[in-house]
């Protein structure tokens, strides 16, 4: 008596010229009721605050059938917050994905890299040192992601990247990169200091639309290009020589996709300070959800702007007057999940 394993399943669709697209239907059903949850999330957001309106009052404000208050507070003050937490996640959690897969290890996100420190070091550095503005905190907050990813690649470049030196060279730079975060606070007068403390805890409170154009400019840039090496990424996991008999550059595709990543997490990192555990738990989620092998980036994608949008709202919602930055929620939701994680593991045997 034989037994047949099941496996996800996939329909083939043609369109009228010839193309055919293979889908994973629960890959797709997850996709979906990811962004309605998205959806709902923001508009229930906007309506969250000291003036409180109705979904249904939201709804007709966002298509121009609100009053002219109404108007003022959604579409001038909360849509771009609610925008900015959206884009956010999508970034962290696309960049966890890409991370995760190009090293082919769970905790290769930018949380455990050093990228989100080395954010937080260049905007330590234009807040302590320059006394900047928050533009320049941006703009600082940017380039030192960029520069520790540089660096990271570089220290773990040895006849090209491979995973388990990354990530070990990550852990080491983050550790680093962490000391002089620490040291530059110690510097720093006490209205910097505090300046800087709330930076790094990670907050969508006072974004407006000068966040929002950039972070979504770069997002149609990356997100398109990212999608497009998607199936070398896939062969990359079954290792590089198996992606060199498929006819992948696998340390072109490599490249493009670590820089992908690295300028997601540090245009997410630079318009809402460090917010902790996203980028590591929603590709982990999404997987569990679809099922599915290989890099599922648009369903993290999807998972990281449901998990921002609802930590944020959560923060405003469930603490009452005493409302918490974003990545507070994050940070609680996301260690609970590592021990949960752990736990699974070990009464699994695998740890």
Request: proline content about 4%; glycine content about 12%.
């Amino acid at each position: 008596m034989s037994t047949h394993q099941k496996g996800p399943a996939v329909r083939a669709l043609r369109t009228p010229g010839g193309l055919s697209v293979r889908v994973d239907v629960r890959t797709l059903t997850v996709v979906v009721l990811l962004l309605l949850a998205a959806l709902t999330a923001s508009v229930l957001l906007i309506g969250t605050g000291d003036f409180p309106i109705s979904a249904t009052d939201v709804l007709k404000t966002l298509t121009g059938n609100g009053n002219q208050i109404q108007e003022y507070i959604v579409r001038d003050l909360r849509l771009p917050r609610v925008l900015v937490g959206l884009l956010v996640g999508a970034s962290l959690g696309l960049g966890g994905a890409l991370f995760q897969s190009v090293s082919r290890n769970p905790l290769g996100s930018p949380d455990v890299l050093g990228l989100s420190q080395g954010s937080t070091a260049g905007a330590l550095v234009v807040i302590v040192l320059l006394s900047g503005n928050a533009t320049e905190v941006t703009l600082g907050a940017l380039i030192g992601g960029l520069v520790t990813g540089f660096a990271i690649y570089l220290l773990a470049w040895k006849q090209g990247v491979h995973g388990y030196r990354l990530v070990l060279v990550g852990i080491g730079v983050s550790a680093v990169v962490t000391a002089v975060n620490g040291y530059l606070l110690t510097k720093a007068d006490l209205v910097d200091a505090a300046r800087a403390v709330v930076w790094m805890t990670g907050s969508l409170n006072g974004r407006d639309w000068d966040q929002v154009w950039p972070l979504l400019g770069l997002c149609a840039v990356l997100v398109p290009l990212v999608l497009a090496n998607a199936r070398g990424l896939r062969a990359m996991e079954m290792g590089d020589d198996v992606s060199h008999a498929l006819g992948v550059r696998v340390e072109r595709v490599r490249l493009v996709l670590m820089v992908s990543a690295v300028l997601l997490t540090a245009a997410a990192t630079a318009a809402a300070g460090p917010v902790s555990f996203v980028a590591l738990t929603a590709p982990q989620l999404a997987r569990r959800l679809t099922r599915s092998p290989g890099p599922n980036l648009v369903p993290s994608l999807c998972m990281g702007a449901t998990l921002l949008v609802t930590a944020d709202w959560a923060a405003q919602r469930a603490f009452g007057a005493d409302q918490l930055p974003v990545g507070v929620v994050t940070g609680v939701l996301g260690g609970l999940y590592l021990l949960w994680l752990l736990v699974t593991e070990r009464k699994a045997g695998r740890i």
